[in-house]
């Protein structure tokens, strides 16, 4: 019987052995996927801003489109007028400031 009862508790010892490793190893897995796809993922983002970031790339990306160009062209203009109609009506006030005096 002592036999049989070490060899029952050894089998029981085995098994809850087993149960752990499983548990750990079923852990294990989704953090070591997790790794991997974070290395890639690094490894695929320094690859792609190092292709983004090329001189011609740079070039075409900060280049205005004719559209924005043609807006800020009229808003200069615009701008020039403002500040000339701005200067006349103050030479205009002081005209009449001067009048009075």
Avoid at 18 to 45: C, E, G, H, N, Y
Avoid at 53 to 59: F, H, R
Wanted: aromatic letters at 6%.
């Amino acid at each position: 019987k002592a036999v049989v009862s070490t060899q029952s508790t050894g089998e029981k010892l085995l098994m809850q052995y087993f149960t752990i490793v499983r548990s750990q190893l079923v852990d294990m897995v989704p953090k070591i996927i997790m790794r991997f796809i974070t290395k890639k993922i690094a490894k695929l983002s320094s690859i792609l801003i190092k292709e983004l970031y090329t001189d011609e790339k740079i070039k075409y990306l900060i280049q205005e489109s004719d559209r924005v160009v043609k807006k800020r062209k009229a808003s200069s203009k615009m701008m020039q007028v403002l500040l000339k109609a701005e200067e006349l009506l103050r030479a205009i006030e002081i005209g009449k400031n001067s009048d009075f005096l």
